[in-house]
């Protein structure tokens, strides 16, 4: 079992940045392929990044050069760097982490733990 909270969302302007966390308790980030997701309202759960157990990361094409996920083994969290924030940016944003080590896929459904959420909003 892995339990996975996420902080570090709010409000914030076009063109700014946040800087989203997520601690993990019950096994180690390194141990699993990990990722961040959003669901804006009316739409489906989308892949931010993923981050593999050697820490290779890999983006959608919308963040690609924007956000940045990386991971602190020694804190035992993910963290997700958003800049240039657009309002289309606004969702909210979960972590989560396989079953087991490997990366599956890039899709949400090849994830099996899950946070809560934080929320981002970005005004224009």
């Known amino acids: 079992q892995m339990q996975l909270v996420e902080s570090g969302g709010g409000s914030v302007q076009a063109g700014g940045s946040l800087s989203l966390s997520c601690t993990a308790s019950?096994?180690?980030?390194?141990?699993?392929?990990m990722g961040w997701f959003r669901q804006a309202a009316e739409k489906e759960r989308e892949t931010v990044a993923i981050?593999?157990?050697?820490?290779?990361?890999n983006y959608a094409d919308s963040v690609k050069g924007r956000f940045i996920i990386s991971k602190d083994v020694a804190k035992n969290t993910l963290t997700l760097r958003m800049n240039d924030l657009t309002p289309e940016d606004t969702a909210m944003y979960y972590c989560?982490?396989?079953?087991?080590?490997?990366?599956?896929?890039?899709?949400?459904?090849?994830?099996?733990?899950w946070g809560r959420g934080t929320q981002v909003t970005v005004s224009s």
């Open positions: 989560a982490a396989t079953e087991f080590p490997g990366c599956l896929g890039f899709s949400p459904g090849t994830f099996h733990y």
């Open positions: 019950g096994d180690s980030v390194s141990s699993r392929c």
């Open positions: 981050i593999d157990i050697l820490a290779r990361p």
